[in-house]
Structure formats: structure tokens, C-alpha cells
């Protein structure tokens, strides 16, 4: 297999089982210590079926976007390998920031203020992993596939990096004041981020 | 690797550990608070058995129709990658749901009814996700593979879609009378699924 | 991807995941409830790692035969695919049965040997369901790659379905008599399969 | 697929989930029963941050140096194929190992010692399987993909496998005095891995 297939599929892989773990956070109501109706009991999880509806979008387009950046690669050093990590250190530790947040979001405000600001520091921690991947590959013409200008890749960092950087940047604020709010944020960012993928554009022109 | 590989990689993944991660709902009785011999602790998981049996065969099923689907793609775009996400949130859902059913299947009569419609609903959601993906590519004869017939493909979706949503909407129904019946349902579907698809015929011509 | 490829991935995903939830099965001592030293906790969780490490290889040597008998397939059909899914359904029970024996290994004798006889009557299984995968491949000449002679496949059959078969028949028998020597015969049969592959022979000739 | 690609598929998948396993190390603290804050109840979770930081490095690693590994390969045995499942066996104890040395790094010192010493146990075992295969590759000139000398193979495995196994069981005698200094001593080496790697020399030439 080729360096940046083995990347892909173990990448692949990680961001597979991350994005399906999400689904342990959403847990069955016991049947023994069951207050009141089961369909109360549902209703009243709703911050993990937010949470996880919002991580599952944000890993996915993770996922979108890792493999726009590796279509961009003919091949991979080992700074891209471990760059490569420490994105995936950042994506495993989404689940649980996913379950932190969906138990203390209806909580005492600090307590859900801390969870929201760890949920959106780990997704800065992700947004600056990314860019530090783009940025290396970017800046590296021998590392691009055939036929890629490495001028236009370039020239996409800046907004890449820091409109991604940016954004969460700003959940982090928003995490100060409600984390409600805060989670209503990540699922617009989310959302945006899908329909500004599916339009045609300079960007998915390179991407 | 190519976009399709890549996209069949993740969902492959995906796929997989929802399929594995149901036996999580496999629960071993705990040793100290055991009533009674162990024969007849297992024996009353019954429900967990037959929803694990049921919700393996379904993840199964979406498999294979997902592996044909994807034979019958060229390449995918963006619009592609994201109805595919929204058919794998659905999947991901599946061990709860399934978890769910199993815990409340001969509990008090609503909560079984609840258990069986978020089931129930949950598959819905996959087929109606499923239909929009098979729909979504059967109209751009751009994304298809060399050889394959436009017409065809677009003949089949009527049948493979309103087929799905309605065998998924009736057990909607029957959920509102009984959970074990909507389980049986599920399982017959499935069942006649694998059938269906085994035996050649005019669908398994184009998949 | 090929359609035995994307099996072939598929099942590799669904195997990797099975081996790896087995770690799920050793549990970590509480520190709150932790009477005596940990040291003396751990020792007496051995049926947990005879289990793991017994699990493990049974997986360890299904992954080695599945990619045995895919390495003689040219292509594959429906019923190949639902016969595979069949097989993975009974790996996929195997970090369930592993947990269930190792927490009833050392218990009440009657509890035991409930436990013991669902392990291999999952194993038995398992061997059944590789049995008839092989045995339908190996009846349709259509399916085997170049260059493989259907012969000798069929040769093969008979043998290898019916040893493997008729151990896990010998561990059924044993589990009535004592759990413990029922997981040592499960260990035997392991590392007799892992030495008998990598013995060239005849029959590694063929698969 | 060809041999070394399904067993890298499959490598992979087994460390892609290892990897992802240890966020199930990260435990939210229950709303119900926290005492103080959760910013306090957090903070004081830090072994399972920084067990969780290291074992993701030192699976990193694997996976790096299993990739250049089987790079080197254009072919694999069946005892290449056993070696690796040993290999992977220590790989999927790690999350086990990594969530008994969080609960126990700030425990009795006796059983942090306890902890600390099954944690390099399993490193030392998982070098020692690494060094097996790697030196059984090495000596079998037929299984070495084309043009890579067998001579320049074999005069990197002294120095990798002996500094592997040197440093882990430097963090065995480490792991008798202090459980968190021994925890250090892992990151430390996982850090110097890392830059070693990156930097290019001799070694990074072959592998």
C-alpha cells in the first residue's frame, strides 16, 4: 500500500470509531430506577442527542476535509505522519468532551460553563492541529500530487486556517456566557460548513 | 486511493464497529447480584438476543445495498459525501436504539411502545437517507460508473426507495400496538431482505 | 474497490474491532471499593486474561483462515456475502461470551458450566458458519480466482470443516464436566491451529 | 488485496481502534454524585490526561513504525502473520494498562508500583514483539520487498530493538520507585521517538 493510503486508512479508521463512540454518550434510561415515563426520560436527555447530532457533523466534515487535504498529496514525510497524530489525539478526544457537555449543559452555570469551555478548546485544539497539517503540506511543493499549483494551496491556508481558527475561537467566548448557546454555535458552524462545502466555489475548486 | 475508495473506506469503518459495537448491548449478568442460576438470567435477556440477532442482520443488509450502490459510482461529489453522512448517522444511532429496545421490550406497555417507535422512527430515518443518497446519484448520470445504464438506475428507485420507507413506516404502526410484534417485524423484513437479495432478478441485475 | 475487496475490508473491520473489544472484558479494579492490595485484585481476575488471551487467538486465527479462504476467491456473489455475514454475526458474539466466562469461570459449578457451554457453543457455531462459507465457495468453481484448482479445494473442504467442527463438538463435552478445562481445550485448539498453519503442509498448500 | 495489504488493513484497524479505545479512559464525572466543582473534579483527573497523552503517542509510534516495517515487505509468511497477532495482542492490553495506571498513579504507593509495573510490563512485552518480527523479517531475504538489502535491514535491528527494549525496561526498574516518575519516563521516550524519527539519519533512510 502506498505511504498515503496507509495514512488514509488509518486516519480513516480513527476518525470511523470516533465518530461511532459518539453513540455510547447517548445512553439507555434504566429500566429499574425509571421515574415517570420512558419518553419523559428520553425527552429529557435532549442535550446528548444535540451534542451528539453537533460532534457526529463536526467529525464528518473533519473527515470531509482531512480527505481534501490528502487529495492535494503525492506524498507524506514523517512531520506529516505526526502532525497527522496530533489532529487524531485531538478527534479521539471528541467523544468524550461530547459526553461531558451533554451531563453538565442543563447544569449549575459553572459547571456548564467548564464543560463548554473544554468541549470548544479541544475543537480549537482540532481547528490549529488542521492548520498546522495544511500549513506544513502547503508550504511543501515536493509533497504534492502531480498537477497541484502550489501557489493556489498557498494562497487557501490563510483563509482556511484562520477562518476555522477564528470561529472556534468564538465558541470559546460564547462558552463564557452559556453553554447552551455555546453548543447551539458549534451546530451552526457545523451546518454553515456543510452547505459552504456542497456549493461550488474557488475554494472546493483546490479543496 | 480514489474519492469513491475513500468514501467506501469510512462508511466500511463506520459500518463495522456500529455492527460490533451492539454486542456492547450483550449485557454479562454481574456474579454477586445474581437471583437464581445463570441458565435462567440469560434466558430472560431473550429480548437483548433477538434485537441483537435483528439489528445485526439490518446493519448487514444496509451494507450490501450500500457496497451496490457504490458499484454503480464513478466518482462522487460533495452533495454525495454529506447524504452519505446523514445515512451513517442514522447507522450510528442503531445500538442505541437497539439497546433501547431490549432494555424496554417487556416493560410496562408505553415505555415499550416508546422503545419500539424510536426504533422504529430511527429506521425510517435510514431508508428515507438511504432513498435521498439512491435518488441523489440515479439523477446525475455525471457520477456513474462507465457501462452503467441511467434509466435503469433511475427505474429502480422507485421500487428500492418507496419499498423501504414503507415496510419501515408500517412497523412505525405496528409499534403503536406491540414492541415484541414491531421486533418480529423487523426481523421478517430483514430476513426477506436477505432473500430478496439473494435469489437474481430483475433489481439484482443493476446491484 | 473490487467486491471481494471491499468484503474483505469490511470483515477485516468487523474482525479488528471484535479482537480489540476484548480489552473491554479486563477491568480495572476500583480504587474505592479495593479491599487487599491490587496486586492480589489483579491476580484474581486470571480467568479474565486465560480469557482474553484465548479469545484473541481464536479471532487472531479466524482473521488468518477468512483471509485464507478470500485469497482463493476471484469474485463473489449474494449468498457469499449473507454466508460471510453470518460468520461475523457469531465473532462478533465473542467478546460477550468471553466476558461471560471469565466472570463465571470460578463460580457456583452449575453457573460455570452454563457459561462454558454457550462459549463453545458460540465457537461451534462459528466453525459451522466457516464450514459452509467454505463448502459453498468451494462447489462453485465460477468463484475462485485463476490458477486455483476446485479439486483440491474441494479437497480440502472435508477436512477442515469437519476437524475444526469436531473440536468445538470436544469442547461442548468438556464445558459439561469442567469450565475451566473447557477454556484450557478452547486454548490448546488455538495454539494447535497456530502451530499446524505455520507448519508448511499440504493443506496450507491450498489455503 | 494482496497479503501485506490485508494484513496492514488489518493492523491498522486493530491500532485505529487501541487508539480510540483509550478516550474510554476519560471519564466524565457524574453529575449526581460531584462534590465541588467540576473545573476541581477534572483537574484532578490529570493521570488520565497525561496516561491518556502517552499511551496515544506510544500507539502513534507503533503505528508509524509498523508502517515502515511493512514497507520494507513484499511478502509475508505465516509466521510473519503470527508474530504480528502477538505484536497486536500487547497493543490492545494498552488501554487496559493505560486506565489501571490513571486510577492508580496517585493511589497507596504499593499499588501504584503495582500499576506502574503491569504498564511497562505490557511495553516491554509489546517491544519485545516488535523486535521478534522485526528481526524474523529481517533474517528472511525472501520476504523483503525488492530493493531493499537484506545487510542494511539487519544492522538496524540490533540498535532498534535493543533501545527499545533497554528503554522499556528502564521504565520497569523506574516503575519500582515511582509510578508517576515512571509515567514521565514513557512520555519522555514517546517524545524522543518522535523527534528521532523526524529527524532524518540513518535509520529513518531504511524504515
Not at 473533519?62 to 503525492?74: P, Q, S
Not at 497524530?85 to 451531563?103: C, G, K
Amino acid at each position: 500500500m502506498s505511504e498515503t493510503g496507509r495514512t488514509e486508512t488509518f486516519s480513516d479508521g480513527v476518525l470511523a470509531i470516533a465518530v461511532t463512540l459518539l453513540v455510547l454518550d447517548l445512553r439507555v434510561p434504566a429500566r429499574d430506577t425509571l421515574h415517570g415515563s420512558l419518553a419523559a426520560a428520553l425527552a429529557r436527555q435532549w442535550p446528548a442527542y444535540a451534542a451528539y447530532l453537533t460532534s457526529f457533523l463536526i467529525i464528518g466534515i473533519i473527515w470531509v476535509n482531512h480527505h481534501a487535504v490528502f487529495e492535494l498529496l503525492g506524498r507524506i514525510d514523517r512531520v506529516t505522519l505526526f502532525l497527522n497524530l496530533v489532529l487524531l489525539l485531538t478527534v479521539v478526544a471528541i467523544p468524550f468532551t461530547t459526553a461531558l457537555l451533554s451531563e453538565y449543559l442543563t447544569a449549575r452555570v459553572d459547571n456548564a460553563r467548564t464543560a463548554a469551555l473544554v468541549y470548544s478548546g479541544v475543537m480549537l485544539a482540532m481547528s490549529g492541529g488542521f492548520a498546522a497539517l495544511y500549513a506544513y503540506v502547503a508550504h511543501r511543493p515536493a509533497l504534492l500530487a502531480e498537477g497541484v499549483d502550489p501557489k493556489a494551496v498557498r494562497a487557501s491556508i490563510v483563509r482556511f486556517s484562520a477562518v476555522g481558527i477564528a470561529l472556534y475561537l468564538g465558541t470559546v467566548v460564547i462558552a463564557l456566557f452559556s453553554a447552551p448557546l455555546c453548543l447551539l454555535a458549534h451546530l451552526l458552524i457545523a451546518l454553515y460548513y456543510c452547505f459552504q462545502q456542497i456549493r461550488p466555489g474557488p475554494r472546493t475548486g483546490t479543496a
